[in-house]
């Protein structure tokens, strides 16, 4: 295997995360590390259930074969002082919603050079743990890159920081973080994007079902647990309504 650039700044992140991860006594379990390729491009297409999944599957894919990570993030993240160079600094992709090609054309070439990119194919948080309908980016990507999709689930994740939550640093420490990478998907320009979308969300349902049903603790009558298994969590439809109220909210606030 040919080695690796140095990129000190990635390296530095890193180590501040797995120290921020210690010292919260995290514990963590995985599977289907294989399925993380050890060279090449790949597209990782992962649930979205907390603000934290890009660094603790970051973390995770470092510990397994010291591969980097590539996600795309919003302008308003790369917006903010320090995180956005830090941002800049790690490789990782700015997506300007009102002129996303460039980002997506930023993408396709660094799959191409064989870099893993992350994407969170919801587009967003969801609030009732559950899978939402996913954007098609993944699937294109990975078809006009000729790379694979890797799906990703990320389990506890939530528990350390989420959306619509406030969260005790007490309630942080001792968490378990369980991960599910699943097998390679291989997705051509001939494919049917929306086909393909749509088992790509099968895939990574099963996979988040599987996490949760073999979790260690029981998440009965808790916030963090879908509403569907016992917990507390909005439903979909609570937390799609509650979603498209933010959403008006921010819209009118913006015209003054």
Known sequence: ??????EPVYTLAIGLGRALFASWRLKRHASGLENIPATGGAVYAMTHFGYLEFALVEWQTWLH????????????????????????????????????????AQAVAALKRGEIIGVFPEAGVSASFT??????????????????IIPVAVWGGQRLLTKNRTIRMRDRFGVE???AFGAPITVTPADDVATA??????????LSDTLQRDYAQDGSGQ???????GGSAPTPEEAAAADAARAERRAAAAAG
Do not use: C
């Open 1 to 6: 295997m040919a080695r690796r650039a140095s």
């Open 65 to 104: 074969n010291r591969r980097r990570v590539r996600f795309m993030a919003t302008k308003r993240a790369f917006d903010k002082p320090v995180v956005g160079g830090l941002l800049r600094s790690m490789k990782h992709i700015e997506v300007d919603m009102s002129a996303g090609g460039d980002a997506y």
């Open 131 to 148: 899978v939402r309908e996913l954007k098609s980016g993944a699937v294109r990507l990975a078809a006009e890159a000729g790379v694979p």
């Open 177 to 179: 973080v369980d991960f």
């Open 197 to 206: 979308t749509a088992a790509l969300r099968e895939t990574l349902t099963h």
């Open 223 to 229: 916030w963090w647990q879908p509403r569907h298994l």
